[in-house]
């Protein structure tokens, strides 16, 4: 399989999934990662965008502003920070908005090459009948690059098939090309045509559900199938994809080894903008052209207002633990006896459990010392269960410890914890 191979040198990329006109999740966004175009010491000097498409949106929606965010991510497309790719929702509006030099009819409503309702895009009514600025916007659209590959990792807006890159490829431009500056003064840089582009001579045919370019298109941009499945091409990847399109509704993920959406439905309030960090360009130990040894899960999710799995997963085992505390029966014994056995308690605590292996007796600003209260009245409750699973989760989650004999250095300590709180209660 041959694509255009787009090279890179010391250079992490941050694939950013569908952003549906939410300027403000991107600005959110960029300044979690510290992506200041106009700060030179900022992440740009060893960081680029990669855009998967879909910067507008295909329907209304709260917050969206269209044209500051094309704007934005073409500025820094032209100043080298960032690579965007077509998406189907601009795809769309080329065919809504270019007309067939023989018929002089839109090309979409006449050949409907993808799964639309047959109604303009809303991005369209932004602009006066013959605006200019429309036209200036689809023309930069079509110069949009349907691909990306960077040797050791690929991009595209809905699906890689490599059958349907290998004949794609005929019809796009192969270097970057750029025209001369329009009558009106808008910078030429509107419709500079960038690698992996479709040649402006085939746009027409790539509407045309007669011509085998569209079925092609159709496969990158909009696949039949809007979701990521077993019969999907992408089965048969051996170097990573990052892809957009397909919505995701769960928390952010890799969906194997060699394939990554970003797609997390950033045009809905409550979800997030994703981003997935790919840092392979920057080890020196990972051979940048060995795409068999490149692996996903070198990479990492990067999203606003969103904890980690092990942040969200200890914030949970936090609010269980603070719950369990209310329904546990009061010790029945003397405050003086309470105090001695908190004090057993402290002690094997730190002698037979002692997950952080810090080997030191118990002191006011201990790790341990939180939990003695609880495990006390656990103890005196004669339940070893509860107890040797508090133990186990205390130390896996809020200590994040990870020591093989964890879960059997629990149950001994829930044992002995449980008969020394008995003599107590006789």
Same mark, same amino acid.
């Given at each position: 399989?041959?694509?255009? $191979? ?31 175009? /106009? ?9 680029? &965008? ?57 090309? &979409? ?43 050791? $990792? ?26 001369? /500056? ?62 957009? %399109? ?8 890799? %969906? ?5 959406? #970003? ?10 903008? #994703?981003?997935?960090?790919? %840092? ?5 130990? $990972? ?32 609010? &269980? ?106």
């Amino acid at each position: 399989m041959h694509s255009h $191979i787009q090279k890179i040198d010391n250079t992490s990329l941050y694939f950013i999934g569908d952003v549906y006109g939410r300027l403000d999740k991107l600005h959110d966004l960029l300044t979690e990662i510290d992506f200041d175009v /106009d700060d030179p010491e900022s992440s740009i000097q060893f960081v680029k &965008l990669v855009f998967c498409g879909n910067l507008i949106a295909s329907t209304e929606g709260k917050n969206i502003e269209h044209i500051a965010l094309l704007t934005l991510v073409k500025d820094m497309v032209d100043k080298g920070h960032a690579y965007c790719l077509l998406g189907s929702n601009e795809f769309e509006v080329i065919g809504w908005s270019k007309h067939h030099p023989i018929t002089d009819a839109p090309y &979409l409503p006449v050949n409907l090459t993808v799964e639309v309702n047959n109604t303009k895009p809303k991005f369209l009514s932004q602009f006066a009948q013959g605006d200019e600025t429309l036209f200036q916007w689809v023309d930069w659209f079509m110069a949009l690059p349907l691909y990306l590959d960077f040797e050791h $990792i690929r991009a595209i807006h809905a699906c890689w098939d490599n059958k349907v890159i290998n004949e794609l490829n005929p019809y796009l431009n192969l270097t970057n090309q750029k025209t001369e /500056d329009s009558p009106n003064g808008i910078s030429s840089s509107l419709t500079a045509v960038m690698t992996n582009a479709l040649a402006q001579q085939f746009w027409p045919a790539a509407f045309d559900t007669k011509h085998p370019l569209s079925t092609l298109m159709n496969s990158c941009l909009n696949y039949p199938q809007f979701e990521i499945n077993d019969s999907h091409p992408h089965q048969q990847l051996t170097t990573p994809v990052v892809i957009g %399109h397909y919505p995701q509704d769960s928390f952010p993920d890799i %969906h194997n080894e060699h394939l990554v959406c #970003v797609n997390y439905n950033a045009g809905v309030d409550d979800y997030p903008l #994703v981003s997935f960090a790919w %840092h392979q360009g920057r080890k020196k130990s $990972i051979e940048v052209n060995a795409s068999e040894n490149a692996k996903l899960s070198l990479g990492e999710f990067c999203f606003i207002e969103q904890p980690t799995a092990e942040e969200h997963i200890a914030e949970g085992v936090e609010s &269980l633990l603070a719950r369990l505390i209310t329904v546990l029966p009061q010790p029945t014994i003397a405050q003086s006896a309470l105090d001695q056995f908190q004090s057993q308690v402290a002690e094997c605590l730190c002698n037979d459990w002692d997950p952080l292996e810090l080997n030191q007796q118990m002191h006011s600003r201990h790790p341990y010392g939180e939990f003695i209260e609880l495990i006390s009245l656990l103890a005196l409750s004669q339940d070893s269960e509860q107890l040797s699973a508090y133990l186990a989760i205390v130390a896996r989650y809020q200590l994040e410890t990870e020591n093989d004999n964890l879960e059997n250095r629990s149950l001994k300590v829930a044992f002995k914890l449980t008969r020394l709180a008995k003599a107590y209660q006789e």
